[in-house]
């Protein structure tokens, strides 16, 4: 506004003058370069934490599709029905028959559901990272306040909150059915914690493990299948050499042999920690000097996928 | 489709080639030759190299730690080789023979020369079974010979079992790829959530899977205390692979003719 008036001013004068005389060289003292209203940012600096809060936002919408393309919501939610499916007509037949126990523990179903929850994953992980290595952003977002473990915090968090809400929806979906159905409420609600704690671990391992993997391809595609080669694959292999082991009479290197496979951690851990009942060869959960091995082994690869995942970005070119 | 239109020729021209030179009916060499490269190239050759390799390396942990077991073989190539692995190559192999040109809109350059769109499909068919059958056949037999020297022909069995389902999850798999753009995920939803999981829950949708069809070969081929047992009949399995393989091709064919190439963000 007010450079236009300036202008405006000075535009005046020099018509006032023109008819004059010829417009002479001696007007210069008024040329100026105008102030045409470029303006600094004035408004609040957000910072750093904002910048990272608004990635793990903007990054768990993309895992279900939601601010994407209605085609991008599809395959998520029905992912989400399929895994949602079988607890609620399990509430469904405890209410209606009058059960006093539940067909499935708590804490056994995201291991029972590992085959949908691992195509959710592959789905979501490569969305998350691929495309910032494909469109070339990542260099972009570190021009901003953010630093290279906001960014891997932020997309490793938003991928684990997915992955719990994926996988702990159906153990809540339980738990109500549960209290509708007029099962004791300490023992459910214990159930129901473990179950939580369960989904938890799961989730933490499953998106370090999957976030790592899509990390190293711009490509969605190949993402997708290099993340379920990685978590079927081992779990494949694992189990089967645990039923020849059992079938040997070796329970122990069965036993181990859960180890190998992020699938058979999980159940391990559950069966020792919570249930007493796995799916490996004979139901058996592991015990003694193996047993202590699951957590270590579980945290210890969490850790390091993270480290690698961070080691990574150290390059912030790609 | 075809450029012959039958306009009544005016003059004596010099006679106008009546046909463009037929093609190959069922496979097209250079067409072939590049869906290989392209099968072969790049890191897709990784995961398919990996998984035979996996199979063989536990085939000779096992052999060597307890010797040669009946069991152990059966459970390992039934429970590893034709369970996980002959999917998953199927997978890579079928949507990866076409889904990455359509993917990128380089498949307009193939579909622009003069072969026909039923040549396409049958000829990245047979490269993709050729593939599918060299990294999962192949090994199986291997393997199976490593475990238990195809005492009771379960090497042999599972073999061709896993031959017989390359070809179905082939042309299914190649199918999906000219379908949806999601193609690896959807090969993947057959291959991990209706054939493992429901298959385990739903006993009927196991009748309803190529794992169980190429089973019932094996169950015919290995001696009848080896273990191997399908849910479906020989002649139901043949059936119905050959069913899923002639359609699935036959449709592919037809979305090929019909493939809109409007890009889509």
């Known amino acids: ?318 | 489709m075809s450029s012959t239109s039958t306009s009544p020729a005016p003059a004596p021209v010099p006679p106008a080639p009546a046909r463009a030179p037929r093609g190959p009916a069922v496979y097209h060499p250079t067409v072939g030759r590049l869906t290989l490269r392209a099968l072969l190239g790049r890191r897709r050759a990784l995961i398919l190299m990996a998984l035979p390799a996996l199979l063989l390396l536990i085939s000779v942990l096992i052999r060597t730690q307890t010797g040669a077991d009946d069991r152990a073989a059966a459970e390992i190539l039934g429970g590893f080789a034709l369970a996980a692995m002959v999917p998953l190559i199927g997978v890579v192999a079928g949507t990866g023979a076409i889904g990455p040109e359509i993917d990128d809109g380089s498949v307009v350059y193939l579909l622009s020369k003069p072969v026909k769109r039923h040549v396409i499909i049958t000829t990245k068919l047979l490269v993709a079974v050729g593939v599918t059958m060299l990294f999962t056949a192949l090994p199986t037999l291997v393997a199976g010979v490593i475990l238990g020297g195809n005492s009771q022909r379960i090497a042999v069995a599972y073999a061709a079992a896993a031959a017989v389902a390359s070809i179905a999850y082939s042309a299914v798999f190649l199918l999906m790829g000219t379908v949806s753009r999601n193609a690896v995920v959807l090969g993947l939803v057959y291959a991990l959530v209706w054939e493992a999981l429901f298959g385990s829950l739903v006993p009927g949708a196991r009748a309803l899977s190529i794992q169980q069809w190429g089973l019932s070969i094996a169950e015919r081929i290995a001696a009848p205390g080896a273990g191997i047992e399908s849910e479906v009949g020989l002649a139901a399995g043949i059936i119905l692979l050959t069913v899923a393989t002639v359609g699935a091709t036959w449709y592919a064919g037809r979305r090929l003719r019909a493939l809109t190439l409007a890009g889509e963000a």
């Not at chain 1, 499953?206 to 990390?215: F, M, N, Q, T, Y």
């Not at chain 1, 391990?268 to 003694?288: K, S």
Request: net charge positive.
């Open chain 1, 1 to 318: 506004m007010q450079s236009d008036l300036g202008t405006g001013k000075a535009g005046a004068a020099r018509a006032d003058r023109a008819p004059g005389g010829a417009p002479e060289r001696a007007q210069a003292p008024d040329a100026r370069i105008m102030d045409i209203g470029y303006r600094a940012y004035g408004g609040e600096r957000l910072g750093r934490s904002y910048a990272r809060r608004s990635l793990f936002e903007h990054s768990l919408r993309g895992a279900y599709g939601l601010g994407r393309s209605a085609r991008s919501k599809v395959l998520p939610f029905l992912f989400f029905a399929i895994v949602a499916t079988p607890a609620l007509v399990m509430v469904a037949v405890s209410v209606t028959v009058g059960i006093d126990e539940l067909p499935i523990d708590y804490a056994r179903y995201a291991v029972w559901m590992q085959p949908v929850i691992g195509l959710f994953l592959a789905l979501a992980a490569p969305h998350m990272v691929s495309l910032d290595l494909r469109f070339r952003t990542v260099p972009l977002y570190f021009s901003r306040p953010i630093e290279r473990l906001d960014y891997v915090a932020a997309k490793l968090t938003a991928l684990t909150t997915a992955l719990i809400i994926f996988t702990g929806a159906p153990v809540l979906i339980l738990y109500i059915g549960a209290l509708l159905a007029k099962m004791p409420f300490g023992e459910q609600t214990r159930g129901l914690a473990e179950g939580l704690a369960m989904t938890v671990v799961f989730a933490a391992l499953h998106a370090a493990i999957a976030l790592l993997v899509a990390s190293f391809t711009p490509r969605r595609g190949f993402g997708v299948a290099a993340v379920i080669a990685v978590l079927t694959v081992p779990y494949f292999a694992a189990t089967a050499v645990q039923f020849v082991a059992y079938d040997q009479g070796n329970d122990d290197l069965a036993m181990a042999l859960g180890l190998f496979s992020p699938g058979t951690l999980i159940d391990g851990l559950q069966g020792l920690l919570f249930t007493d009942e796995t799916d490996f060869p004979g139901n058996l959960a592991p015990d003694g000097a193996i047993a202590a091995a699951y957590p270590l082994v579980i945290v210890g690869l969490t850790a390091l996928c993270c480290a690698l995942l961070l080691r990574r970005y150290r390059k912030a070119g790609i």
